[in-house]
């Protein structure tokens, strides 16, 4: 059963528990009222109408009186209820009507009194009985439903209690499973990332020596190449320079990925930042024949921020603005201050541009814009790298585009 459906179940089995007690407990409520409302009706109204008779009887004998007999005597013919109560009733009446025709008479008016006296209370005697008989069962049904519902309760405690007991374990413990099997997969994963980590680090230096190796061996001094020679190197020169970015890149993603960005912050002058990545990209560039225009605001403050980190970010949109644009296109590289606190670098190229639905997810770990761009080389990590390492300095990244106009990426850093 599934942990969804085992929570539910449980809490049903409560509700149901709940619901049985109630019900109970409302059942001889229900049945305790309709017994003391029957000796109600059919009892206690027919004694206080006699009763009243009687009084009546002890008053003078006028009209008025005579007829709140009558309506008293009328009032109890219609609420007989108990065995012989009817003929009494009866009989009381036969005795009202000679008692009213005695008018006269005082002996006769004594005699039929005390008759009719004695009539009313056979009819109290009769319905007293019936009310110490039906008080009897009302008092039965109370103990009864006491003892049911004592007994249900103590039933319902102990379940409940066995509930309280068993059921957090019963639930907890694939919740306990899921959350082992969690952390191994977070242990594993970890450990994956620490193995790139160390493997891009390890790959870094022997690459670095085999560029080394090409400067020298394209180097006159060391002996003359020729021309296909020189074209392999170029293309030996080329993909190191690329397994160099991309172990550089694996790296930085698995210091993100285990959340250990180290950030070194320093006070520098944007220009420093904005000089060294043109210079770093200036062959490139080149090679592409593709121009950075730089523009500085007057009077910039210095930057507060991790200048490798920051320089890298820098590296990265210039490389993707020169990547993504055409032959003999420029770029605009620009930085100025916002706001009162912050600096803004912003690199603007005239390229393919970016489709809207793709904006927000350029900064997506490995997404590529499927299409046009799809054949470029790239790992996809590069934006979502950047956008980590801003985010680590409290910065802000993000971009502008229109299709086939071209895009511009710009983040802010603090001043300090
Ligand atoms: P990649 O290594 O593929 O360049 P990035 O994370 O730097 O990885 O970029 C992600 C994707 O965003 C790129 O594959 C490309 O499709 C798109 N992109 C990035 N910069 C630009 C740009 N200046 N113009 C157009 N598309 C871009």
Redesign the pocket.
Known sequence: MSLKNKLRAGICFLFLLALLCSGLAAYYLQRLSSESNAILKDNYRSITYTQNIGNLLDAPLTAANLSAIQANLTAQKQNVTEIGERQLTRSLQNLFNSYQKAGGNPALLGQLSFKMRATIDAIVRINMKSIEFKGQIANNTAKHGLIIIALMGSFCFLIGFSFLVNFPDYIATPVTKLAEGLEQVTIKNEAKTNLIATISHELKTPISSIKMSLKLLEDSRVGQVNTEQRQLIENITDDTQRLLQITG?LLNMAQVETGKIQLNFGSAHPKDIVDYAVKALKFIADQRRVSIKVYYDDNLPNVRADLDKTTWVLI??L???I???SENAFIELSVKKIRSNSIEFS?K?Y????EPQ?LD?????Y???PGI??G???????????KDFIEAQAGKIG?E?QLNQ??R?YFWLAVG
């Open positions: 890149e990265n949109l490389s993707n603005a990547k993504y644009s690199v190229d390229g393919k541009g970016i793709y997810r350029v900064f997506e770990r997404f590529k814009i761009n799809s470029q080389p790239g790992t996809g990590l590069g934006l979502a790298i950047a971009v585009s071209g895009s990426f």
